[in-house]
Structure formats: C-alpha cells, structure tokens
C-alpha cells in the first residue's frame, strides 16, 4: 500500500499493520499517529436499572452501542431483579433526576431519547417538567426524537408505574413524544380498550393520538402472529403501515421492548424516517431473540451485541497492506 494511500477505511487492526509497512518509511512496532474519530450521534436513555441487564438503562446501552451511536443515562429506578422476576423497586430522588438531566443535557448536544421505566408519579413529573419547561441556560430548547416506551408492568407481573405516575404519563407525556411504543396490554391500559387483534390494534393507536401521540407502534410480540402497527400523522392525515413476521420460538424474550424502543431512537437520532426506523427496529430485536442467551431461570435476555460474533465481511480490492 502506498504512503499516501487514503486510510479512512482502515479498521484500526489495519492501520497498525499499515504502519508497520516498509512503504510507511515506519519500523515494525512503531506507534501509527492517532487518527480522531467522528463523533457519532448521542442517545439518551431515561430508564431504571436491572441488575440482570437484560432490560433497563444497562440494556438500552448495549442497544444503542450495537447501532454505532453513543448512549448516555439517566436512572429513574433501581431494582431488585433477575431473570426470575422484579423483586422490589426503588425510585430515584426526583431532584437527582432533573440535575442528571440538565448536566448531560448542558454538555452535550442529544440527538435521541427513549424514555423507559420511570418508577413514580414524581419522577414521571420530573421527566415530563425537563421535556416540556422552559429551556435553561446553555441547554437544548426541545430535545429530538424524543421515543416513549411506556414501561407499566414487568412481565412477570410487577407493578414498575403506579396508578399516579400513568396518569401523569398519558396527560404530560404522551403529548411531548415523537413516538410511543406500547405492546398490546400496555395500549389496552393507557387507553381503556381491549387489544388482542390487528383491529383492536388499530383502534387502540386511534385512540392514543386523541390523547396527542404524533406516531405509535404497537407491538405485537405477544400475540400468535407477530404483528406490529405503526400509525402515524402526516399533512395528509393519519397512516398505518403493518410489519408482520413469524412468533420467535425462544425463552430469550427479556428486555424485548425496551430493546425494540431504544433501537427506534437510534434510528431516529441518524436521520432515518419513522417507518424505515420502525422496521430496522423490528429486524433488530428479531435478530437479538434468535442469538439470545440461555442464561437465568427464567426468561434469558435478547443478544443485543449480536452482531460482534457475526463473521467479518471480506475486504475489498487493494484493502490489504502489502508487506
């Protein structure tokens, strides 16, 4: 390889081994220069703590990472749990949530949230007042992209919201999202309906704009077939697009939602639209369940880093150093 060949796509494995090259005019081990990387898009996850990381602020990490952007965090909750189940929840003192919030939000341009678990009423409020209040110093007036999983219930059946903080959430929430992502029961509770069909599906999305949603997925993982339905606003009304796929046979189901959400917001903060971000969302956690661990006694987590044990492409033509 030439000395003065373009190195951008070089991983850094290869740059090291370009360096070591007689062409580079470098000694074998000589330190290749520091090439600085491009900052990539910042998603903030807003999300209680598993200690299992199958799910919560530790999983929504692992999610944002396998999309090459960078995830920071905010702790709504610490929990009791493992793949058996929740055991307790502890909510976060309010007042560390919105100083958490304001510091990150000061020092760093966001380009996503996704909004988890949140534990209470009052830090469902102080979530809420850090979106919708008046911008403060040196902060980002309206944060982007801004994905609601409105997290109410474990799946082993742990209350994580009281009947306060969903109130809260339907009415202070639901209207600041870009995008909320209920499955079926969490959209049969925040709007009172049954949700078991593609029509009550339907019905249940209409409902939730009503209740100012600008775009919904609900999620379908529960049912036999595995449908999930975006809808949407547009200048031309309200549009639905349905994303169907085979029911993955597998015990590997946890943190399937916060996973699926977190991906959305990932898509979102690199500009994609929000039906093509939907449905790499959907492929994602599909591909995740496939590859998902056996571990715990009870439901293991998805494999969120998934894609770090696939083989590696092959390189191109004239990619290789030449020694």
């Known amino acids: ?104 939000s000061k020092d760093i341009q966001i380009d996503a949230v996704h909004i988890g678990m949140l534990g209470s009423a009052r830090v469902a409020a102080a979530v809420a007042d850090f979106l919708s209040g008046r911008p403060a110093r040196n902060r980002q007036s309206r944060l982007p992209n801004i994905v609601l999983d409105p997290v109410l219930k474990s799946s082993s059946g742990a209350d994580l919201l009281d009947a306060a903080g969903v109130r809260l959430l339907i009415e202070r929430l639901i209207p600041v999202a870009d995008v909320i992502t209920p499955n079926v029961d969490e959209a049969a509770a925040l709007t009172g309906l049954k949700v078991t069909d593609l029509e009550e599906m339907k019905a249940a999305a209409g409902r939730l704009h009503e209740l100012g949603a600008a775009a919904v997925v609900v999620t379908g993982g529960h049912l036999e077939k595995a449908i999930d339905l975006l809808s949407f606003t547009t200048k ?51 591909a995740a369940i496939t590859n998902g661990y056996p571990l715990g006694k009870g439901p293991g987590p998805v494999h969120h880093l998934y894609r770090m044990t696939e083989p590696r492409r092959a390189a191109g033509p004239g990619s290789e150093s030449q020694e």
């Open 1 to 104: 390889m030439p000395a003065s060949a373009d190195l951008t796509c070089l991983t850094p494995d290869r740059l090291k081994l370009h360096y070591r090259t007689k062409a580079s005019g470098r000694e074998e081990g000589s330190q290749a220069p520091k090439v600085m990387a491009e900052k990539p898009p910042v998603v903030l996850t807003i999300a209680g703590f598993d200690p299992s990381s199958g799910a919560g602020a530790t999983a929504d990490i692992k999610t944002i990472a396998a999309h090459a952007c960078y995830g920071v965090a905010c702790l709504t909750a610490l929990t009791v749990q493992s793949t058996s189940g929740v055991r307790r929840v502890e909510p976060v003192d309010p007042a560390l949530v919105t100083e958490t919030l304001e510091e990150l």
């Open 236 to 286: 031309r009304g309200i549009e639905q697009e349905i994303f169907k796929a085979e029911r993955q046979r597998s015990n590997a189901t946890h943190g399937t939602g916060c996973a699926f959400a977190t991906a959305m917001a990932c898509h979102l903060a690199l500009d994609r639209g929000i039906a093509e971000a939907a449905l790499l969302a959907k492929t994602y956690v599909t």
